[in-house]
């Protein structure tokens, strides 16, 4: 659908240009070409070290890219700290391993950002936080730990305090990965309730039923390199290239 | 079961008493002292060694020992116990030194209104962040000038005439106070990612962890006044301050850093990836956790240094254990080592003693881990 649509900048959410990265001497993404636009869902999978955790690190700097270019919202991304700062502030990203704060409540996790990087008066941040915890449905947990609660209810809360600071973009890196499997659901249902809100999302993730009920681009990747991209009905039933159909047929039992 | 027709119907055990040899004070002994013919053996030689032990220790401490009298006569009567007499008449050289007589309430008040403020941070009093505020800002400064004198109608008491007590506290608590955040900014600046920043705050925790103190007390009293020009002088007070805070602050510099490796590299993604800068990140969300992680270090480090303050003797400040010392040669009390060590030993202890607790309390408070 929206693969072979000509660029238009302003409604590019991301950009991503011939990028390359090296850990050391090993070539992580090789020539990776992206271009996601607003409101669109994108799942991303691949076996593992293939680099598409590297490259959605990417967007937000979490690591570095060494060659090529990567525009977000508009944004170019150097090695300028207070550009990488703007950018961050508007990419949400949630972790395989939640990596909420442990000596602060669930509360103080949500309203953190929008005090000190936002500015945000307390007492707004703090009804901010509320919203979006209701969203997710674990208000009551507020005043709780994160070491309290359980594996599926942290990404709930890890879900809620990227999105407290109102991000034009979530990255998800595996969000599932992590969980025992009777809380996929409810991380799951959360997302999907997202990406019905229009949320530009990037999901590395292989909960395959998720990409087909929520994606418009099933991306995959190999080898640090982009193989195949398709709608997702067509990239499950119609695979091209033979490391997809493998792969295909080793996730789809 | 009778017949194999019926099906199995299960019924639940209702919980039994434990048999009676194995709780209770009868079960205790048996768990802890004499599980086996070896352990009951090291249990009677333990008991017979104390039996050797304990009673002359407390006949030689409290049952013949004189603590009344104002000189050495008064201790001839009972020679076999313990000499108090000589701690009695010297407490006050003991915690003041050599500080005026009528002037002494002022490290008292210096002492009640820390400890106080101390204390009271410990439980959970509405006040606590302003309690702590005044500790480390207002505090030390008007304890400078009551301790010092010299303004407000206070007689000025020169730091020469400060001992006993009063200078291992003076000493320790400000060590404390100042080495902690160079400690953090030297940790820190060990793991910046800039080159220079990295290489000086190396140098320092390495040269100055690599010396003994008492080396760094000698250079910050011998070397430095060389090194400054003529008339400039420090005095030995704040010489030995320097010397004791740069040496604690490269240990704790190295301690905290245990704690900073030790965060998992989650947390600072998860904070990079909400925005926060390095300062943010590091200030609310890295070091709250690193810090709390190494609490048993950090008080480790400040019980070393409460008694490595004995060791600014050598720069010639009278701590309590060189009062004592001194007091032991004196004349009129010549031969009285051993009451004068063991109280020196019972004062050490009693604040290590205080510090340790403290620490477990406020390891415990600040546990939000959850762990089972």
């Known amino acids: 659908m929206t693969t072979e649509n000509p660029a238009i900048p302003e409604k590019l959410a991301v950009e991503l240009v011939d990028v390359n990265k090296w850990y050391g001497e090993f070539h992580v993404l090789r020539n990776v070409n992206l271009s996601v636009f607003k409101g669109e869902r994108i799942v991303i999978c691949g076996p593992s070290g293939s680099g598409k955790s590297t490259m959605i690190r990417c967007i937000n700097r979490l690591e570095e890219h060494q060659k090529g270019k990567i525009v977000v919202d508009g944004i170019e991304l150097t090695s300028d700290l207070k550009r990488i700062d703007e950018i961050r502030r508007e990419v949400g990203m949630v972790f395989q391993h939640f990596n909420l704060f442990p000596h602060l409540t669930v509360l103080q996790n949500c309203t953190l950002a929008p005090i000190y990087v936002r500015g945000m008066p307390k007492k707004d941040a703090e009804a901010i936080a509320m919203k979006y915890l209701e969203r997710v449905r674990i208000p009551e947990q507020a005043d709780k730990f994160p070491g309290q609660l359980s594996g599926g209810q942290q990404q709930r809360v890890a879900i809620a305090r990227s999105l407290c600071m109102s991000p034009k973009i979530m990255l998800f890196d595996e969000p599932t990965s992590a969980l025992d499997p009777e809380m996929v659901k409810e991380v799951l249902d959360t997302m999907v309730s997202l990406a019905e809100e229009g949320m530009t999302m990037l999901c590395v993730t292989h909960e395959m039923g998720f990409a087909r009920q929520v994606a418009n681009r099933v991306i995959f990747m190999d080898r640090g390199e982009i193989v195949e991209q398709n709608e997702p009905n067509e990239f499950f039933s119609n695979p091209k290239s033979d490391r997809t159909k493998l792969f295909l047929s080793q996730i789809l039992h | ?372």
């Open chain 2, 1 to 372: 079961m009778s017949t194999d027709t019926d099906a199995y119907v299960f019924t639940p055990t209702p919980p039994q008493p434990p048999p009676a040899n194995t709780v209770g004070v009868v079960g205790w002994l048996r768990g802890n002292l004499f599980n086996g013919w070896f352990n009951s053996l090291l249990t009677i030689a333990a008991i017979y060694l104390l039996y050797l032990t304990i009673p002359p220790l407390i006949n030689w401490a409290f049952l013949s020992a004189t603590f009344s009298g104002t000189d050495r006569t008064a201790c001839e009567a009972s020679p076999d116990g313990a000499c108090w007499t000589f701690i009695k008449v010297r407490f006050n050289q003991i915690l003041f030194g050599f500080y005026p007589d009528g002037e002494q309430w002022r490290p008292i008040v210096t002492f009640v209104v820390g400890l106080g403020a101390l204390v009271s941070t410990v439980f959970r009093t509405p006040a606590r962040r302003w309690t702590v505020l005044f500790l480390l800002t207002l505090y030390p400064v008007a304890a400078f000038f009551l301790l010092a004198g010299g303004y407000f109608g206070l007689t000025e008491v020169e730091t020469a005439k400060w001992g006993g007590l009063t200078v291992t506290l003076v000493v320790s608590v400000t060590g404390i106070v100042a080495s902690f955040p160079i400690g953090i900014v030297l940790a820190l600046g060990r793991r910046s990612n800039m080159p220079i920043v990295r290489s000086a705050c190396v140098v320092f925790i390495e040269l100055v962890r690599g010396v003994p103190l008492i080396s760094v007390l000698f250079m910050a009293s011998v070397m430095l006044p060389l090194f400054l020009p003529e008339g400039m002088n420090f005095n030995k007070l704040l010489r030995a301050l320097v010397g004791v805070t740069l040496f604690t602050a490269a240990y704790m510099a190295e301690v905290v850093r245990g704690g900073l490796q030790a965060v998992p590299k989650g947390q600072y993604e998860g904070a990079a990836a909400l925005g926060l800068g390095y300062w943010r990140m590091m200030i609310l969300i890295i070091l709250p956790q690193a810090l709390k992680l190494v609490i048993p270090s950090i008080v480790n480090s400040f019980i070393s240094l409460f008694k490595d303050t004995t060791l600014v003797y050598i720069v010639g400040l009278f701590d309590v254990l060189e009062i004592i010392r001194v007091s032991t040669k004196d004349a009129n009390w010549i031969g009285l080592e051993k009451e004068g060590y063991v109280f020196a030993a019972l004062m050490f202890w009693v604040f290590c003693f205080a510090m340790s607790r403290v620490s477990l309390r406020i390891e415990k408070r600040l546990d939000t881990s959850h762990r089972k």
